[in-house]
């Protein structure tokens, strides 16, 4: 017979195992939850080896993801495609087990983790998730989307300040299906937490309106299970289990300390730990009796096998529904999304408007919100000044199936919410700040980046333009950090057409996130030809052209692209040939081949000039090292935007005089 501890035992030995044979990793922790693991995904969570996709499947985040031996020990034993081989590989190059959890890397991991505090951001997401669907989706006798969302944290992620930004909304929006496990083993990498977090966890989770489960021995099976069916008894709020834990459970010398944290064992150390808990079976090696024990495999088609019954007599009651639900869940864009979306970038050419791109990019979210439910959108307490609500936009706090999350002020915590609400499926989301404070969401832009998660962010209020507010509120090098930034996709349009161009392109982009730049101020509408109006989609065009061969070419984007056109005509008058390439995307125009890249700026022409009111150093890429570039080199000052223009060089003047001074070098 195989006791609950024989289980957890082989946990921690996988653990302890792996992390040696890699000479690197953390087996501090696995060692020290793998007893809860052990009750939770054995005896309640609902998961299907066999297809770790199963859309009605229970989210399990590691949000503490520096242990994550614990989770691929677990989707090992439970039947996982996870070979003992792969576990053998632990953060070696190429192998399904890296050091810490990605999504897309191994089967069953839910989202990438390790960044402390956003797994359990994510977490906050998926559980917004699977509320908001199961509202929108479910009927009487017929709850397709119902499922838990379970979250292992650690110390490190409650002192990380994101978790009161997420843990905060998370209580206000009673979150029921939310359930998390802090391991609270009182270590952190620099020893005793004690000397550095003293927080009374219980009275601030409390405050957040969570249930609270206190003081729960993390080595009691029992206690384990009690505390999981009273948590799963609250379902008008989220709930926390605060387990008390030793870390490195079973190490005779290291356990209770912080050496087990993120260091081997050592041989010595591994073979008194075997000893210690009565482990008598050679490094990766797990009895057959353990391993019948822990497969899932059966039980997980079974779940799965009743679900898909009960969904094949949803599709009969409510054909539209199920089809809306599997296109959802497929990422499949609607049928008729090119016809309307065509047909709208063309109507918006023909009814010309100087407005902000910011405008802009309401109207178009009024257009495509209509048309794609999935559009989940939110600001950072900045909705009247992104504009990011449409006539469409429901508030989830007043309809449990809305569409729009009204974050409060929580810049990093919204964009790992959001993060988290696209991993779980079902959405696309989009959420909003001043582009100035996407530092604040920095590391979950990143993370969005990372995992490709198909996350729209808009940042408004784009540069120097947004005048008195001064410099903290102005962008000076964000626009070149984001497009620096692999896998995402950065636009920053010059009016409303190019809006709806970047709108169009976010939505269809397979992976990756996207980030539109948007102007607070109102912008001159270009008159395009259809050819033009077809190239906005490469990422840059020629929005003009002189006749003869060229002199120079002017690149330019947003609110400087007019300034940029007036110039070049007045050049033009003054002899000179000159072009003009809007470039509203840098990255799409990257990824175009070399002789669309050739057509737009031919080598030939060696004299560039790039105009942006952003830091200037980016745009060597496109001028040359001898190139000319019109952009910042400070922070910027507070002022009306005109005259914060004019003190920058952002004017039609100083573009034709430092253009003749090249052109005569």
């Known amino acids: 017979m195989c006791s609950r501890k024989d289980l957890a035992n082989a946990i921690r030995i996988l653990s302890i195992d792996a992390v040696q044979n890699a000479q690197s990793g953390h087996p501090g922790m696995p060692m020290g939850m793998a007893d809860i693991a052990e009750v939770l995904w054995r005896d309640f969570l609902k998961h299907s080896p066999r297809n770790p996709n199963w859309n009605n499947r229970d989210r399990f985040v590691l949000s503490n993801g520096h242990g994550s031996m614990l989770l691929y020990s677990l989707l090992h034993l439970t039947g996982y495609n996870l070979s003992i081989e792969e576990l053998k590989n632990f953060r070696q190059l190429n192998s399904k087990t890296p050091g810490h959890p990605e999504t897309g890397e191994t089967p069953g991991v839910e989202t990438t983790t390790g960044p402390l505090g956003q797994g359990l951001a994510n977490a906050v997401g998926m559980a917004i998730a699977e509320r908001t669907l199961s509202s929108y989706f479910n009927r009487i006798d017929y709850d397709i989307v119902n499922h838990y969302t379970w979250v292992f944290v650690g110390d490190g992620c409650l002192m990380e300040g994101i978790s009161h930004e997420v843990c905060s909304l998370a209580g206000t929006l009673n979150l029921g299906k939310l359930i998390v496990f802090y391991d609270k ?166 009814n010309r408007q100087n407005i902000a791109s910011r405008k802009a990019s309401q109207n178009t979210l009024e257009k495509y919100t209509k048309i794609v439910p999935e559009l989940i959108g939110g600001s950072a307490d900045l909705s009247p000044s992104n504009l990011t609500m449409s006539s469409y936009s429901n508030s989830i706090t007043d309809n449990l199936s809305g569409n729009y999350i009204h974050y409060g002020v929580r810049e990093f915590g919204m964009t790992a919410i959001a993060n988290g609400i696209f991993q779980h499926g079902g959405f696309i989301p989009y959420t909003a700040t001043f582009l100035i404070f996407v530092e604040y969401a920095r590391n979950a832009v990143r993370m969005a980046a990372l995992m490709n998660t198909k996350h729209i962010f808009v940042y408004t209020h784009d ?93 330019s984007t947003g609110s400087e692209l007019n300034i940029t056109l007036i110039a070049a005509k007045k050049l033009v008058s003054l002899g000179y040939s000159v072009r003009v390439v809007s470039m509203p995307s840098t990255n799409v125009f990257d990824r175009q081949d070399a002789t669309y890249k050739e057509f737009i700026l031919p080598s030939y022409v060696t004299k560039r000039i790039a105009i942006e009111a952003s830091i200037e150093d980016f745009w060597y890429k496109y001028v040359g090292i001898n190139g000319l570039i019109i952009g910042m080199k400070t922070f910027g000052d507070s002022a009306p935007a005109e005259d914060l223009f004019k003190k920058f060089g952002f004017t039609v003047e100083n573009i034709v005089h430092k253009s003749i001074m090249l052109l005569k070098s």
């Open 185 to 350: 083993n009182g270590i952190s990498i620099d020893g005793k937490t004690s000397n550095w977090f003293t927080d009374n966890t219980a009275k601030r989770f409390k405050s957040y309106n969570w249930h609270v489960v206190d003081s729960i021995n993390g080595h009691d099976s029992e206690s384990i299970k009690r505390s999981i069916e009273e948590a799963k008894s609250i379902t008008n709020k989220p709930s926390i289990i605060i387990c008390d834990t030793i870390i490195g459970f079973g190490s005779p010398n290291k356990s209770g300390t912080a050496e087990s944290h993120g260091a081997p064992l050592g041989e010595t150390e591994i073979s008194l730990t075997r000893k210690e808990l009565n482990w008598k079976h050679l490094p990766f090696e797990i009895p057959k009796k353990i391993y019948k024990k822990w497969n899932c495999i059966e039980k997980g088609f079974e779940l799965e096998k009743k679900w898909n019954k009960k969904f094949s007599l949803y599709k009969s009651k409510y054909p539209d529904l199920s089809i809306e639900y599997l296109r959802r869940m497929n990422k499949e864009l609607p049928l008729n999304w090119n016809t309307i979306t065509q047909n709208y970038i063309c109507s918006l050419q023909k």
């Open 463 to 555: 540069s120097i333009g947004l005048g008195e507010d001064g410099p903290t509120h102005q962008p000076i090098e964000q626009l070149a950090s984001l497009r620096m930034t692999p896998n995402v996709d950065v636009w920053r349009p010059s009016d409303q057409v190019e809006t709806a161009v970047a709108w169009t392109k976010a939505i269809e982009k397979k992976s990756g996130p996207t980030a539109l730049i948007l102007s607070r101020q109102n912008l001159e509408q270009f008159d395009r030809n259809s050819k033009q109006l077809n190239s906005i989609s490469y990422g840059a065009y020629i929005l003009y052209d002189s006749e003869k061969p060229l002199d120079v070419i002017f690149i």
